[in-house]
Structures are given as structure tokens and as C-alpha cells.
């Protein structure tokens, strides 16, 4: 049973930064692909960032270039949302997934190319 939970949101200020940590468990992530995704009710999921968990250069949202950063850490299971320069705009639920294969660059930011997903972390930016 794949697990995946989100930890690291908050409120912070505009221009701060966070760090939000997805920690999978329940299998061997070798061949997956790990994505963030943004949401704030009502409205549709927004791709915000994915990483092939084998390595492989990142893949991001036009909207964070730049202030984001992907990363994973293979011997905790890890991946990490480095979020800096945060606007109010980024105010979102943000929630961590996974696909069971390495995603094509035009398909990493489809919602429905994953298959697991975590219950989300809300990240709150005050002006």
C-alpha cells in the first residue's frame, strides 16, 4: 500500500520561504515519478513541480520558476517543495504524488497520469 504524506505548510509572510516534505512509503520508488500539485477550493489542481525519483533534470510550472525547487532524498524516502519569494498567490492546498512510471516532460503536469496521492498541506501567504 503506497503511502505519501505531506508535512512543512504554514502561514508565512509574502517574499518567505517553506520547505514542504512528501514521505513515501509502502514500496521500492525506483522508475516512479514524484510531482507537486496546488489547489485551492473550487477550483482544479494546478501542476506546480515533478522529479523522476531515479534522478533526471525537474520539471516546473511556469508560475514558479525560479522560486521553487524540486528535490528527493532516496535514502529517506523523501521528496522535498523548497518554496521561496512566496506570493499571495501561491495560497493553495499542496499535495504530493506519484505515477508508477518515469512520466514523458508533456505528461508530468496531467493530474490523471498519477496514481497515488497524499491528503495535502495548506500553505498560507499573507500580504
Known amino acids: 500500500q503506497v503511502q505519501l504524506v505531506e508535512s512543512g505548510g504554514g502561514l508565512v509572510q509574502a517574499g518567505g520561504s517553506l520547505r514542504l516534505s512528501c514521505a513515501a512509503s509502502g514500496r521500492t520508488f525506483s522508475g516512479y515519478t514524484m510531482g507537486w500539485f496546488a489547489q485551492i477550493p473550487g477550483q482544479e489542481r494546478e501542476f506546480v513541480a515533478a522529479?523522476?525519483?531515479?534522478?533526471?533534470?525537474?520539471y516546473y510550472a511556469d508560475s514558479v520558476k525560479g522560486r521553487f525547487t524540486i528535490s528527493r532524498d532516496n535514502a529517506k524516502n523523501t521528496v522535498y517543495l523548497q518554496m521561496s519569494s512566496l506570493k499571495p498567490d501561491d495560497t493553495a492546498v499542496y499535495s504530493c504524488a506519484a505515477a508508477r512510471r518515469v512520466l514523458p516532460t508533456g505528461r508530468r503536469s496531467q493530474p490523471d497520469e498519477y496514481d497515488y496521492w497524499g491528503q495535502g498541506t495548506q500553505v498560507t501567504v499573507s500580504s
Open positions: 522529479i523522476s525519483w531515479s534522478g533526471g533534470i525537474p
